[in-house]
């Protein structure tokens, strides 16, 4: 925006900056209005390269539907063939945009869902590490608790003992 439109908008966008609630809404129409209705000598483009939805953001709502089905079905086991199907994505590029869109890769994403369920269970439950193990999809129970000991620095016992210590 340049000549006299930009000293029009750059009163008005202090004047959104200083309004509150409802004003500063009906200020920030009117600044859109008058950028809007500015006669073409007063507008510049700001860049030459369109702004379409890249490759990125039409991988983001297949791995979307990924992690939906990770959510809700992370107890069972759990195939990277059904995700690949789900996503509509080939191996390698379901595991980089994975880990893209996620900042970690599928195992490690599904682990950490075990994992959190895991806390919660031994949190609230009495259920012994076996079955809360086995519930949350573990299917081995020395593999969950190497994997408890290195994210959380405890044996599943002792986390449970801690929080129930702390509960009290």
């Known amino acids: 925006i340049v000549g006299p439109t930009a000293k029009v908008v750059a009163g008005m966008m202090q004047e959104v900056a200083r309004s509150r ?4 809404l009906a200020a920030l129409l009117r600044l859109l209005a008058e950028v809007s ?3 073409d000598s007063d507008l510049s483009t700001l860049a030459t390269r369109s702004f379409t939805r890249s490759a990125e953001s039409e991988h983001q709502s297949a791995i979307s539907r990924s992690v939906q089905h ?3 079905n992370f107890r069972d086991e759990v195939r990277l063939g059904d ?17 893209r869109h996620s900042g970690r890769s599928f195992s ?3 682990n950490q869902l075990r994992l959190q369920a895991a806390r919660r269970e031994l949190r ?10 086995l519930a949350c999809g573990f299917r081995q129970v020395t593999f969950f608790n190497r994997l408890f000991r290195r994210e959380l620095g405890c044996t ?3 986390y449970r003992r801690r929080q129930r210590r702390r509960g009290r």
């Open 37 to 39: 209705e500015a006669p």
């Open 156 to 158: 599943p016992t002792e």
């Open 70 to 72: 990770l959510v809700a």
């Open 108 to 110: 490690a994403f599904v």
């Open 83 to 99: 995700l690949l199907r789900i996503s509509g994505l080939s191996r390698p590029t379901f595991a980089r945009q994975f880990k």
């Open 21 to 24: 609630g409802a004003g500063q």
């Open 124 to 133: 609230d439950g009495d259920r012994s590490v076996l079955d809360v193990a």
